[in-house]
């Protein structure tokens, strides 16, 4: 395919560097490319043999109609990306590509963009060493994991926690967090444990990283610890000085990832408050 690429004299160079040798480049005397109109692009076309071109490429800011030019001289005219040095992996996708006249190029795209993008990070993940796995998660040494907490978790029926778990997924998450109120019973987290365990082991709803979605708990109460790591989720998310001697040694004995929790330092007015009392 025969693609001329058209664009105006600041960003010259910026599209002579995008395009390569997969386009040529038409330069229209006007310094933004953005105000080219059909009238312009008609008397610079003068100068080039057009008829060779299968298709031209106008800048994807431009809201000029061309229709008519696009009749009259008998070559597709379409809207490129918005941006010049988008024209690089636009143009790979020409031959395949039927653009439009009023979507600029990037944005008909952008799906497949976003495709491209994320074989890309799974291939960077699938080739990466890890420190250690939370399920069958990698950790550390690849790419970046993104954690997505349920507030409430255990308030959730089961209709409303899946959609939220599956929202999340949608969304990019590779954990998911179970936020647990301060009112909720050992029963609840069990219940909301299991649920969302069978949800992340479902083929439909697996990460982009791992075939399982990890399941983490977010508490401090060491016996909804417990009972939410004997239904099985992947990683405990609140140990701090606490709850450390209480549940600690179970969590070590049953190899759960953990995550510590530094108490912050008192302040000193908060120092101070004390010392009073001791006093009085």
Same mark, same amino acid.
């Given at each position: ?18 395009? #390569?040798?997969?386009? /040529?480049?038409? =330069? ?8 080219? &109109? ?5 008397? $610079? ?12 490429? %106008?800048? @994807? ?12 001289? @008998?070559?597709? %005219? ?15 996708? +020409? ?6 006249? &009023? ?25 990466? *060493? ?5 399920? *069958?998660?990698?950790?550390?040494? @690849? &790419? ?12 959730? /029926? ?8 599956? /929202?999340?997924?949608? #969304? ?19 219940? &909301? ?8 082991? /479902? ?8 075939? $399982?979605?990890? %399941? ?6 060491? *016996?909804?610890?417990?009972? +939410? ?12 000085? !606490? !709850?450390?001697?209480?549940? @600690? ?9 953990? =995550? ?18 001791? %006093?009085?």
């Amino acid at each position: 395919m025969k693609i001329l690429v058209v664009t105006g004299r600041l960003a010259e160079n910026t599209v002579r560097s995008a395009v #390569k040798d997969f386009a /040529d480049v038409l =330069v229209v005397d006007i310094n933004i490319a953005a105000f080219i &109109t059909p009238s312009l692009l008609k008397r $610079t076309l003068q100068y080039v043999y057009h008829p060779y071109y299968d298709l031209i490429l %106008i800048p @994807g800011l431009i809201s000029a109609d061309f229709s008519k030019l696009e009749e009259e001289i @008998g070559v597709k %005219i379409r809207l490129g990306p918005k941006h010049a040095y988008d024209l690089s992996w636009v143009l790979k996708y +020409a031959e395949e590509t039927e653009f439009s006249k &009023t979507i600029p190029a990037c944005e008909l795209l952008a799906s497949k963009l976003q495709e491209e993008a994320l074989s890309k990070i799974i291939e960077i993940e699938s080739k990466s *060493d890890y420190k250690f796995k939370i399920g *069958d998660l990698k950790i550390g040494g @690849g &790419t970046m994991k993104v954690m997505a907490e349920i507030v409430d978790a255990t308030k959730m /029926d089961k209709v409303e926690l899946i959609k939220k778990i599956k /929202d999340f997924i949608e #969304k990019g998450a590779d954990i998911i967090d179970l936020g647990v109120s301060l009112d909720a019973s050992i029963s609840e987290v069990q219940r &909301t444990v299991k649920l969302a365990k069978s949800v992340s082991s /479902d083929a439909m709803f697996h990460s982009r990283y791992a075939p $399982t979605l990890p %399941i983490s708990i977010d508490t401090l109460n060491p *016996d909804l610890i417990k009972a +939410a790591i004997e239904e099985g989720v992947d990683l405990v998310l609140s140990l701090d000085s !606490n !709850n450390l001697k209480k549940i @600690g040694e179970y969590i070590a004995n049953k190899e759960v990832p953990a =995550v510590r929790t530094l108490s912050p330092s008192p302040s000193p007015m908060l120092l101070k408050g004390r010392f009073r009392r001791h %006093i009085d």
